[in-house]
């Protein structure tokens, strides 16, 4: 059974960083592909970034290329969004997910993580 927990969301003042961890298991890294979706109440769920470690290939959303970075440990099956120059506008619940890069590229991996909240306010 795939599972996701992320973990690293907080309360940051805008310009600040923070990184989000998304640990798996009952999959490995080189299965699936990883991808970081964000939603706030209101608005459609956003997807901003995947990542294929066996293609090794990583995929940005307009929004946060440039200041968001993603990458693997294979050794910790775990994937990270390294987020900088945070912005009010990326306040947000931010889930990972996996599944083909078809189904993450679409929106609609089957594997979910539970979310974790990232508060960016002065």
């Known amino acids: 059974q795939v599972q996701l927990v992320e973990s690293g969301g907080g309360l940051v003042q805008p310009g600040g960083s923070l990184r989000l961890s998304c640990a798996a298991s009952?999959?490995?890294?080189?299965?699936?592909?990883i991808g970081w979706f964000r939603q706030t109440p209101g608005k459609e769920r956003e997807g901003i970034s995947c990542?294929?470690?066996?293609?090794?290939?990583?995929y940005y959303s307009d929004s946060v290329k440039g200041r968001f970075t993603i990458s693997g440990d294979r050794v910790k099956n775990t994937v990270y969004l390294q987020m900088d120059n945070l912005k009010p506008q990326d306040t947000a619940v931010y889930y990972c997910?996996?599944?083909?890069?078809?189904?993450?590229?679409?929106?609609?991996?089957?594997?979910w993580g539970q979310g974790t909240q990232v508060t960016v306010s002065s």
């Open positions: 997910a996996t599944d083909t890069l078809h189904a993450v590229l679409a929106g609609i991996p089957r594997y």
């Open positions: 990542i294929s470690i066996s293609a090794n290939k990583t």
């Open positions: 009952g999959t490995t890294l080189d299965s699936y592909v």
